[in-house]
């Protein structure tokens, strides 16, 4: 598959779910602790979200690198727009950001307000 | 395979002369990184952007060699 065909395939699952993470292992059976962590604080909000497992598609694996210009993984895509990696997911958990950007973006979620 | 800080360190300041560099090994196994970055040059941008910098000054090293560095990118607050 040319890099190309993965863009278009990866812009299809960003564009059809309005939460994406790709991640390495599914979110019932994370296989790298940094996938784990964003798992859990999705989870923990409560927000529904569609997941590709990179470990089992090497061609993804490599492409979402490319697409979004970020060398690691797991990656969160909202609305189509990536908004990070591990460190930032978590930053903005901690920082109530993450809620609001959902919030913003019209994306429910089932957390309680702090 | 395995980095020393140092290396790191001198990557990350040589694109960012300014920043205050901190890095710590966070395992002692010269895999697991912490990296705190402070920079004017992260001024207006969003933290993706902050962080992209900071993985294009390690020229390609994050994600293979360096396995994991957790990142924090700041603006000077003075």
């Keep these: ?114 | 395979m395995a980095m020393d800080p140092s290396e790191i360190k001198a990557l990350i300041k040589e694109t960012f002369p300014d920043a205050d560099v901190e890095i710590r090994d966070l395992a002692g196994d010269g895999e697991h990184f912490a990296a705190q970055v402070v920079s004017k040059a992260f001024e207006g941008l969003s933290r993706v952007q902050q962080h992209q910098m900071v993985y294009k000054a390690l020229k390609g090293k994050m994600g293979g060699e360096l396995h994991a560095l957790a990142l924090q990118t700041s603006v000077p607050t003075d």
Aim: aromatic share 8%; hydrophobic share 35%.
């Design chain 1, 1 to 114: 598959m040319t890099e190309e065909q993965v863009h278009s395939r990866i812009r299809d699952a960003v564009g059809s779910n309005d939460v994406m993470l790709f991640m390495k292992g599914s979110p019932s059976f994370p296989q790298c602790g940094f996938s784990a962590a964003v798992v859990q604080i999705l989870d923990y909000l409560g927000v529904e979200y569609g997941s590709a497992n990179v470990l089992e598609d090497d061609d993804l694996r490599q492409g979402i690198k490319s697409y979004s210009d970020w060398p690691t993984i797991p990656q969160l895509y909202v609305k189509g727009e990536f908004v990070g990696g591990c460190d930032i997911i978590r930053e903005m958990f901690q920082s109530g950001e993450l809620q609001s950007h959902l919030t913003s973006k019209g994306i429910k979620t089932a957390a309680p307000t702090s």
